[in-house]
């Protein structure tokens, strides 16, 4: 069985960039425009992981997080945050298993992202471009 991925995020153009970046490795992938729908998805069908961004309307994805955490069904699903590395007015999302970077090139974040997750007993980490 397929693992599934839940991508969230407000902007059209990194959701079909995460989107096709997973599904050509097999995943099949939900999407959402913001944290609320995000969490209808979840009742439905709780992920392997999500990648959330964390500026989006009608929930954030600090809220998200918060809520996912406070389930005790979806409380251990790694979250992934998409955040840009520029922007130094937000605090790190410390409750995030990794974050990737929207200024560095997605698609070789995540495959670092794929290949920790593969690997995870547990520990959090951060995936980075070099």
Do not use: H, W
Request: proline share 5%.
């Amino acid at each position: 069985m397929p693992k599934v991925a839940l991508v969230v995020d407000d902007s059209m153009l990194i959701r079909y960039s995460i989107c096709r970046f997973l599904e050509e490795r097999g995943f099949v992938v939900e999407v959402a425009t913001n944290g609320s729908e995000a969490m209808e998805i979840v009742s439905r069908r709780p992920p392997d992981f999500i990648v959330t961004d964390m500026k989006m309307p009608k929930m954030s994805g600090s809220e998200l997080i918060t809520a996912l955490k406070s389930k005790a069904e979806t409380a251990k699903v790694p979250i992934v945050i998409i955040t840009s590395k520029t922007n130094v007015e937000c605090e790190p999302e410390k409750r995030a298993d990794f974050a990737i970077y929207k200024d560095i090139d997605i698609d070789q974040q995540l495959e670092a992202v794929l290949k920790a997750l593969q690997g995870m007993s547990g520990t959090r980490g951060q995936a980075a471009a070099t």
